[in-house]
């Protein structure tokens, strides 16, 4: 009885061992087969399959388990992405306004002419608050080929007024502003209307209650290629009244013009006051 048991116990113990260098004999071929796939023929890639097996058994469990993992991942790529494509976006869009803005200041330094346009440029000797009112003594004259009825504008291109008097090196410009004088204008709907000067840059448009006036617009010189003449401020009317009265203001300073460009060889404005 006893040696029966200890034979059991023999073969069981034989078995262990022998499953014990299999395993051990399997783990060292798949580990040659990864370090030097060469040294191993098709018999000992044979004896490692099984081993390989269970290792994608194990790799697709896992993946089956934890997708969440994999989503997470790939979550958060698609929202770095994103952030970047915004940022992206975000600073092409400050470069075109900063290149707009940018434009538009090489514009107003270099000059609003037309290229078949010639202009004179000069220096305000005196101004409204020295001169007579609403007048602008510049240091042109018909040494510059200036002459009566050429139209003045601002360094920015806005229509100031018209040559009224010309000297040897100077003239004298009578704005558009000067009480009294009446503009033939553009407002902004197209119509034509008729503007009075009110002095110190500020104008009067008289135009019937009903019609629409867009405030904050620029209203234009009639012809001369529309050049602006003031900004819309306000429009008010009377209940008693049929019309309305129309704001307009010059955007420049009149009181503090440096200079002034005299637009020459170019049609005459006649000067109209009531």
Do not use: C
Not at 96 to 119: I, W, Y
């Amino acid at each position: 009885m006893n040696y029966l048991l200890q034979s059991n116990i023999r073969r069981k113990g034989g078995r262990r061992k022998f499953l014990l260098r299999l395993i051990l004999a399997l783990l060292i071929l798949y580990i040659l087969n990864l370090l030097a796939p060469s040294l191993l023929g098709p018999f000992g890639r044979a004896l490692a399959r099984p081993i390989w097996k269970a290792e994608e058994s194990i790799k697709r469990g896992f993946s089956a388990t934890f997708p969440s993992v994999q989503s997470k991942r790939s979550l958060s790529a698609e929202n770095q992405k994103l952030k970047t494509a915004l940022e992206e976006a975000g600073l092409s869009l400050i470069e075109k306004e900063f290149a707009v803005a940018e434009n538009h200041e090489l514009k107003k330094m270099l000059s609003f002419s037309l290229p078949e346009e010639r202009t004179v440029a000069a220096e305000v000797l005196s101004r409204p608050g020295v001169s007579l009112y609403d007048t602008l003594i510049i240091s042109a004259g018909t040494n510059r080929a200036i002459e009566v009825g050429d139209l003045a504008l601002s360094a920015g291109g806005i229509a100031l007024g018209r040559v009224a008097r010309v000297n040897g090196n100077t003239s004298a410009i009578k704005l558009f502003s000067s009480p009294k004088e009446r503009t033939d204008i553009i407002l902004p709907d197209g119509s034509p209307a008729a503007a009075e000067g009110r002095g110190g840059g500020n104008f009067e448009i008289r135009l019937p209650r009903e019609m629409s006036v867009e405030i904050g617009r620029e209203a234009r010189l009639s012809g001369f290629s529309g050049k602006i003449i003031g900004i819309i401020e306000s429009a008010e009317a009377d209940s008693s009244d049929f019309f309305q009265t129309v704001r307009v203001r010059t955007p420049e300073n009149i009181f503090r013009i440096n200079f002034v460009k005299v637009l020459v060889d170019a049609p005459k404005y006649e000067s109209r006051t009531e």
